[in-house]
T-cell receptor
Framework: GEDVEQSLFLSVREGDSSVINCTYT??????LYWYKQEPGAGLQLLTY?????DMKQDQRLTVLLNKKDKHLSLRIADTQTGDSAIYFC??????????FGTGTRLQVFP | KAGVTQTPRYLIKTRGQQVTLSCSPI?????VSWYQQTPGQGLQFLFE???????NKGNFPGRFSGRQFSNSRSEMNVSTLELGDSALYLC??????????????FGPGTRLTVL
């Protein structure tokens, strides 16, 4: 089935690390993505990971992939107020068909 | 390079009417995908067009249709609107190659309200 789950909310203090988790169901997904959506805006691709990788780091972002458990996480180091947004994980089901998670609203407080 | 543009940005319709939304992809991109975003159902894939042909389709009723023109611009149409069609409709474009990795660039969306 096509079902990608995330926790709904995460609240962190500015300067702390944030970890957003995602579980997906289709083990055949080749790429997994993290998108950010700010209020009133479309989706911005933050990073992606190929399914044969365990980890990918991109500046303040670290993606961890556990294929056995079908678990994906996004860690944001030194979280800033500008990181407040909704974060979506997504798996690709064919070249241009993405199945999105439910989204995690990240709130960063000073 | 201009990003993905969607028109109109906001739309108000009444039940039973039909609506057409437009999406202009990034220059050189041949694939356009459409998604519906609602608070209850989240982000759901509608369909994807590549070189004027529908290549992928989600689980939406036949009232939702789309097309793509030779310049890669795409339109989606919703007929006989229902209250539940109120949503943010997002369009994304990509180069559309056969690789399973195609970075999709999203437009700002069209907010449709059905009264």
């Amino acid at each position: 089935g096509e079902d990608v789950e995330q926790s709904l909310f995460l609240s962190v203090r500015e300067g702390d690390s944030s970890v957003i988790n995602c579980t997906y169901t289709d083990s055949s997904s080749t790429y997994l993505y993290w998108y950010k959506q700010e209020p009133g805006a479309g989706l911005q691709l933050l990073t992606y990971i190929f399914s044969n990788m365990d980890m990918k780091q991109d500046q303040r972002l670290t993606v961890l992939l556990n294929k056995k458990d079908k678990h994906l996480s996004l860690r944001i180091a030194d979280t800033q107020t500008g990181d407040s947004a909704i974060y979506f994980c997504a798996e690709s089901m064919g070249a241009d068909k993405l199945i999105f998670g439910t989204g995690t609203r990240l709130q960063v407080f000073p | 390079k201009a990003g993905v543009t969607q028109t109109p940005r906001y739309l108000i319709k009444t039940r039973g009417q039909q609506v057409t939304l437009s999406c202009s992809p990034i220059s050189g991109h041949r694939s356009v995908s459409w998604y519906q975003q609602t608070p209850g159902q989240g982000l759901q894939f509608l369909f994807e067009y590549f070189s004027e042909t529908q290549r992928n389709k989600g689980n939406f009723p036949g009232r939702f249709s789309g097309r793509q023109f030779s310049n890669s611009r795409s339109e989606m149409n919703v007929s006989t609107l229902e209250l539940g069609d109120s949503a943010l409709y997002l369009c994304a474009s990509s180069l559309g190659g056969r690789s399973s990795y195609n970075e999709q660039f999203f437009g700002p969306g069209t907010r449709l309200t059905v009264l």
